[in-house]
């Protein structure tokens, strides 16, 4: 107001505090702010462009945040209104200087858009972009600046998400990298570098290596000790580290630290709720976090529980991001997959619409071939492949097929997004019992497993499973004896990975009975019945029909030594 006042509305200080106001209304995150800021942002480039120029720096600054706007907008037609924006800056910057500071940020931001559009030919570029802003920020800043560190984790965090294994490989010296930049330029309990640890943390318990596991876990301690000293015990970011150390000690494996998760989500909850507000995005990913945990413990009293975080989750997002936001639409997600597994008929009913909005505003928002539209394409079809509907069924089908397509063109054949598409479609066409489908199902099991030993080679359940999968496909499509040698190494790894104790181990065992029993083997069927039978005594009550067939089928193979066939069982993964 003072400077309108005193320099009036066309000066470039007016455009300067437009420009600040702008910024932090759209930090804000509040939908109302968001348009507020927007206007704001061109109002500012307006003026600039008229008492500047149109190649002037500071009309770049302006370019550039008006752009940031756009990408935060609802509407896909907005959105895409950002790239011309963010490529005028782009340009007028390189003018100025192909190797400046300012020049990087631009490239950075046109990268990390492009990242963003679900383009196979954009996501190349982008990474290009990356590369050369970090070659700037290194020649013109130094090794170990602070920007440069910064441009490191954006190129990890884009290698990270193409998918190649090699290019995951590749991540994980950028991160080591960063951190280290980050700590010789702010010493070793400054926030940034908490942040960067944190970052380590994150790649390494996603590369499902078990030693990187184990490795992460010092490194989520030491972010969030540093973050409590600097920053305190009830700060965002401490929230954060909190979050996140849960979300970790989830996924060890060990009961111990499976308890401790509930207290650090529900911490984590409280901090954002008292710093934040209720309804803040944040505090959202909070409820959404402990809702997870909860459903998942196996207490129904928890199962139950989940249910109004859920709720409150979604309340929260499309209050303060809108209904149609991408957090918006996970919410919803989560929510019918909750409503899936109530076993209420009523709850798994209603589940069906809110899938079928998501991949509405998906297909709406992000377009018909975008990942994030495959992904809820792939919801759909697991919720209809489990009506009973004939129709459904068919329908389910048609969804699993077009994920395949969209992942194929969007992120390559070898992604393990694309590989878990072909796995879907296989099961599915697996199950349809259909000769034709068999052969198919066969193939593409076939196809998905060199992708598995490139990308998902440390998943050894998954591999195991999908084996098993692709070893009855062929048995059903009347090719035991290729089906033999790999059920039998099926059965040999599950015995490995757990001993003759676990269900999935009965049920390899199961599915060997039933191919040796084809191929004439009596002596490896009874011994693969009994040691089936042993773990399913144990572990399941005596009328399950899992426990119920074995003893059936040892039975007649002792009162008729002779006879081979007949294994007709439907083995499933139990």
Not at 44 to 52: D, K, P, T, V
Not at 67 to 84: C, G, I, N, W
Not at 171 to 182: G, I, K, N
Not at 271 to 281: F, V, W
Request: glycine share 6%; aromatic share 4%.
């Amino acid at each position: 107001a003072i400077r309108e006042e005193a320099l009036g509305p066309m000066h470039p200080d007016t455009a300067m505090s437009l420009s600040n106001l702008a910024g932090y209304l759209r930090r804000t995150g509040a939908p109302a702010d968001l348009a507020a800021a927007r206007l704001l942002h061109e109002r500012a480039l307006a003026i600039r462009e008229h008492a500047l120029g149109l190649m002037h720096p500071e009309t770049a600054d302006s370019l550039n945040n008006l752009a940031v706007s756009l990408e935060l907008d609802d509407d896909p037609a907005v959105r895409s209104a950002a790239r011309p924006l963010y490529e005028r800056a782009l340009a007028i910057r390189e003018q100025v200087g192909p190797k400046h500071p300012a020049t990087a940020m631009s490239l950075k931001n046109l990268a990390i858009y492009l990242e963003e559009t679900g383009d196979a030919a954009d996501l190349a570029t982008a990474r290009t972009l990356f590369e050369r802003a970090m070659a700037i920020r290194e020649q013109v800043l130094g090794p170990t600046h602070p920007d440069t560190a910064t441009s490191l984790t954006d190129l990890a965090v884009y290698l990270e998400k193409t998918g190649d294994p090699a290019d995951l490989a590749a991540a994980r010296p950028y991160y080591e990298r960063a951190l280290a930049c980050t700590e010789a330029a702010l010493g070793p309990t400054h926030p940034d570098t908490a942040s960067a640890i944190h970052n380590l943390a994150l790649y390494l318990k996603s590369t499902g290596d078990p030693a990187d596991l184990a490795a992460a876990r010092p490194l989520y301690e030491r972010a969030l000790a540093i973050r409590e000293e600097a920053l305190g015990p009830s700060h965002t970011e401490t929230a954060a580290s909190i979050s996140s150390m849960a979300s970790y000690l989830m996924c060890t494996g060990n009961p111990d630290d499976l308890a401790a998760v509930r207290p650090l989500y529900e911490r984590a909850l409280a901090i954002r709720k008292e710093a934040l507000g209720p309804m803040h995005p944040d505090t959202a990913t909070s409820f959404n976090n402990l809702a997870v945990y909860l459903q998942g413990t196996g207490n129904p009293a928890d199962f139950a529980a989940a249910r109004p975080l859920y709720e409150h989750a979604l309340a929260s997002r499309e209050q303060s991001l809108g209904p149609t936001h991408p957090e918006t639409i996970r919410t919803l997600n989560n929510i019918a997959g909750y409503l899936q597994g109530t076993g209420d008929p009523a709850d798994f009913a209603a589940a069906r619409p809110l899938y079928e909005r998501a991949l509405a505003i998906r297909e709406e928002t992000l377009g018909l071939t975008h990942p994030d539209t495959a992904t809820s394409l792939d919801n759909l079809a697991f919720y209809l492949e489990g009506t009973g509907d004939p129709a459904d069924s068919a329908a389910a089908r048609s969804c699993y097929e077009r994920v395949l397509a969209i992942r194929e063109q969007a992120l390559g054949p070898v992604h393990p997004d694309t590989a878990t598409s072909i796995i879907n479609l296989a099961d599915y066409l697996m199950a349809s019992h259909e000769p034709t489908d068999q052969v198919t199902a066969c193939s593409l099991y076939e196809r998905v497993l060199p992708i598995l030993g490139d990308t998902l080679s440390l998943d050894v359940e998954k591999t195991l499973r999908i084996k098993q999968n692709f070893a009855m496909s062929l048995y059903q499509a009347g090719r035991a004896d290729d089906a033999l040698p790999i059920i039998r190494d099926v059965v040999t790894g599950q015995h490995r990975l757990t001993g003759d104790t676990s269900l999935e181990s009965a049920s390899a065992l199961m599915t060997l009975a039933v191919i040796t029993d084809q191929t004439g083997d009596q002596v490896e069927t009874e011994d693969a019945l009994r040691r089936a039978l042993a773990i399913l005594t144990e572990q399941l009550e005596p009328d399950d029909p899992a426990t119920q067939w074995v003893q059936r089928r040892l039975a007649e193979l002792t009162a008729k030594p002779s006879v081979e066939g007949g294994g007709t069982y439907s083995v499933e993964d139990k």
